[in-house]
């Protein structure tokens, strides 16, 4: 049973461009969070989708967008890069079946560098 | 504002020591309390979670003390090996409105010498 696979691992970007990072949540997993880990902190959220739709949101700019498909996979849309959006990003997976109380399981991560 | 305190940053313990880790909350309500371990390069890996009406939960050589009314919990690891050396987190989740948020604390980097 495959995990939270992620893609790419490494990305690396010029300030003012655009990316999009995507994840594949474990299997039978309904919820996909996305964090923001920067080097030496813990990851702090950025947003959560279920049902195709955004849950929730943490505090970051617009700038940050995500996309939910049928299949529960997940796409993570990053605009206007700026050097201080280089970071790791992770993905999480849960089954919450629209509880909200599933273990978040994550995945290895994109390391993406702004120039 | 909701957050996690963890300490300390940094911790050095001899293989076969016990390393205990601290985090602390504040302000907010949580209903879930797990602590992820992380390898350079790798996401991180659940380790151990508990709920708030237990005080105690083991699982082999890893234990997490709860403490309510301190808003305080940590993580002890017994008979600390070098496989164990990585970056440990806590987490908390948010009773109301959470929706499976997790809020982290900044992280200990455990090194254990041989």
């Known amino acids: 049973d495959a995990g939270v696979t992620q893609s790419p691992t490494h990305l690396i970007k010029t300030r003012g461009q655009q990316v999009t990072l995507r994840c594949s949540p474990k299997?039978?997993?309904?919820?996909v969070s996305w964090y923001q880990q920067a080097l030496g902190q813990g990851p702090q959220f950025i947003f959560q989708y279920y049902e195709e739709e955004e849950r929730q949101r943490g505090n970051f700019p617009d700038r940050f967008s995500g996309h939910q498909f049928p299949n529960y996979s997940s796409e993570l849309n990053v605009n206007a890069l700026l050097l201080g959006d280089s970071a790791l990003y992770l993905c999480?997976?849960?089954?919450?079946?629209?509880?909200?109380?599933?273990?978040?399981?994550f995945g290895p991560g994109t390391r993406l560098l702004v120039l | 504002q909701q957050q996690v305190k963890q300490s300390p940053q940094s911790l050095i313990v001899q293989k076969g020591g016990i390393s205990i880790i601290n985090c602390a909350y504040e302000n907010t309500a949580f209903d879930y309390f797990p602590w992820y371990q992380q390898f350079p390069g790798k996401g991180p890996a659940l380790l151990i979670a508990i709920r708030p009406d237990v005080s105690e939960k083991k699982e082999g050589r890893f234990t997490i003390s709860f403490n309510k009314s301190a808003k305080q919990f940590s993580l002890h690891i017994m008979d600390s090996q070098p496989g164990d050396s990585a970056t440990y987190f806590c987490?908390?989740?948010?009773?109301?409105?959470?929706?499976?948020?997790?809020?982290f604390g900044a992280g200990t980097r455990l090194a254990v010498h041989p």
């Open positions: 299997s039978g997993h309904d919820t």
């Open positions: 999480a997976s849960s089954l919450d079946a629209g509880v909200g109380r599933g273990t978040q399981y």
């Open positions: 987490a908390a989740r948010p009773f109301s409105g959470g929706y499976n948020k997790l809020i």
